[in-house]
């Protein structure tokens, strides 16, 4: 067996585990990734584009902005749209300057494999029996893992598991120490990417009697749909004709005038869930990103949670790597869990008050009277300059937490 070192071992190749990676290097702090797909695969996920404050001041600081920072949109508000009447939440305004930065997962992502690329930093795909090993005992924890046939160890001094829901990482933790909190929707999105002119400079969140739309983009050529469907359907269902039409029906009608359709390059159908898993460290062993929670993607919050948990991380390894400080390592599951049990409930907060639900799964409120509430609640929000306030401060992001 081939015995490797490095300090940190970071389990996933996604954009948590690269950013990670990035800024510890810039610390001087080695690290090897392994991902058990390849790189094409990993940059094959469609998936989130609307990124917090905090986490494009955390792509700089790890000198990988340089894309981001020229092709990036600056997205100063969003509207929320109900049965076709708009209302424009102004980000910028209310938070006294704070915005959102329109960039996909995808360039994010591929920004990261090609700087660490550069930097000549070890990465190790396709790999496959991963076992995490030692990571609560007294002595050093290790990674073994095989590649192409060969089995390999990567001793280390921290793990960091970043390859997330399906991953090794949380399963590593005993199932009596943790305790995992979950919520499934009655419902999913279908989203389908295409090249074509988005139908607005910003997004568009559209609570419609039919459901839920979303019009959201990825740059002024390429845009990114979203319509609520039943957890019963499937992509095969959906032509894209018969997608346009049912999104139309639902955005504002000078957004449905607006409308370019075309060829879809990507459909797909995600259900939606909240999980959080309990504690997010175990010995030496941190759990970040989608391995530790997931977020329904209404409130824009799930690749900015991870975000959050890799900056944290970064810190405490910094100053146990610095500042001979190991004992700052057990502040990271109570700091990591404060901001994503509040981006949680931000986001199950906005897919309640925008989705059609036509059912309810608590006992005590009837389907009507939660659609009443949900109005009820809506219209407040958005009511109010306070409202919007508090809205608008929760979308853009809380600053992150320091360490004590």
Known sequence: MKTIKTQVAIIGAGPSGLLLGQLLWKQGISNIIL?????????????????????????????????????????????ISINGHRHRVDLKQLTGGDVVVCYGQVDITRDLMEARADAGLESYYEVSNVVLNNVKSGTLPSVSFEQGGQKLELLCDYIAGCDGFYGVSRQTIPKHIRIEHERVYPFGWLGLLSDTPPVSEELIYCKHERGFALASRRSATRSRYYIQVSLDDKVEDWSD??????????????????????????????????????????????????????????????????????????????????????????????????????????????????????TTDSDDVDGQTFK?????????????????????????????????
């Open 241 to 358: 004709d018969a997608f346009w039409l049912e999104f139309k029906k639902r955005l504002p009608a000078d957004a449905a005038d607006a409308l370019v359709t075309g060829p879809s390059i990507e459909k797909s159908i995600a259900p939606l869930r909240s999980f959080v898993c309990e504690p997010m460290q175990y010995g030496k062993l941190f759990l970040v990103g989608d391995a530790a929670h997931i977020v329904p993607p209404t409130g824009a919050k799930g690749l900015n949670l991870a975000a959050s948990d890799v900056a944290t991380l970064y810190k405490i390894m910094t100053r146990v790597y610095k500042n001979k400080d190991t004992a700052c390592i057990e502040q990271y599951s109570e700091i990591a869990l404060r901001r994503v049990w509040n981006g949680e409930r931000f986001s199950w907060w906005m897919s309640n008050m925008l989705h059609k639900f036509d």
């Open 372 to 404: 009443r509430f949900m109005e009820s609640e809506l219209g407040y929000y958005l009511g109010s300059e306070n409202g919007r306030r508090v809205l608008a401060e929760q979308y853009v992001g809380l600053p992150y937490e320091e360490l004590k």
């Open 35 to 79: 991902e058990r797909v390849t790189g094409e695969y990993v940059l094959g996920r469609i998936r989130a584009g609307i990124l917090e404050q905090g986490f494009v001041e955390l792509v700089r600081e790890a000198g990988v902005a340089d894309r981001l920072d020229s092709e990036g949109e600056v997205h100063e508000g969003i509207d």
